[in-house]
């Protein structure tokens, strides 16, 4: 099975780089729920906000550690499916994220950036079956085009809308033991 993996707050933790950022320039300690969306703009300022995102994208990439389990549940999955890296992150954005791959040795085939737009023509050309999210927006999309999602349950997606064929993982372990489920062979009658 082509499995499809977003980078930001999938595979990095990405929110642990932006509470870190507030800390270290503008000296605010954030929650995980105030480093996204509105929550996040609430608390710091439109201005902040965005400057703490980019720099999380950019710069401060190689800040980030892995999401716990991410790195163990990728070897494994790679073993058995094709891993493609999807994300949403601009041209000037995916170079940082490579280097990032690359450095904790991700055993990806490719890294696809759709620079902001949906990942549903992406995911279409890559025949990904199963993508792995921590957005349910983008997820609904996939959903919505008859592509399978899980959702990475995180504090900040907790309280958004979810498509209700989404599958929801609270953590990477159980994104392998869906992934095995969803990509055996069918049984021989
Ligand atoms: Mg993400």
Redesign the pocket.
Request: no cysteine; glycine share 8%; aromatic share 8%.
């Given at each position: 099975m082509r499995i499809g993996i977003?980078?930001?707050?999938?595979i990095a933790d990405?929110t642990a780089t932006k509470i870190r950022y507030a800390l270290d320039v503008f000296g605010e300690s954030i929650t995980p729920v105030e480093t996204f969306g509105l929550a996040g703009r609430g608390r710091l300022g439109d201005q902040r906000y965005v400057e703490m995102v980019q720099a999380a994208h950019r710069g401060w990439t190689h800040h980030a550690p892995p999401m716990p389990g991410a790195l163990e549940a990728m070897r494994r999955l790679a073993a058995a499916h094709d891993l493609y890296v999807v994300?949403?992150r601009n041209e000037d954005e995916v170079g940082p994220a490579r280097q990032w791959l690359r450095e904790f040795a991700v055993p990806a085939v490719e890294i696809v950036h759709t620079a902001g737009a949906s990942k549903v023509d992406a995911c279409r050309d890559l025949d990904v079956a199963l993508m792995l999210?921590?957005?349910p927006t983008?997820l609904g999309e996939l959903v919505g085009a008859g592509i399978g999602g899980a959702l990475l349950e995180t504090p900040y997606n907790r309280d958004l809308e979810r498509h209700e064929r989404l599958h929801l993982v609270p953590s990477w372990e159980h994104f392998v033991a869906l992934a095995e489920r969803l990509g055996a062979p069918p049984a021989v009658r």
């Open positions: 977003d980078f930001d707050g999938t990405t994300t949403a999210d921590d957005l983008v």
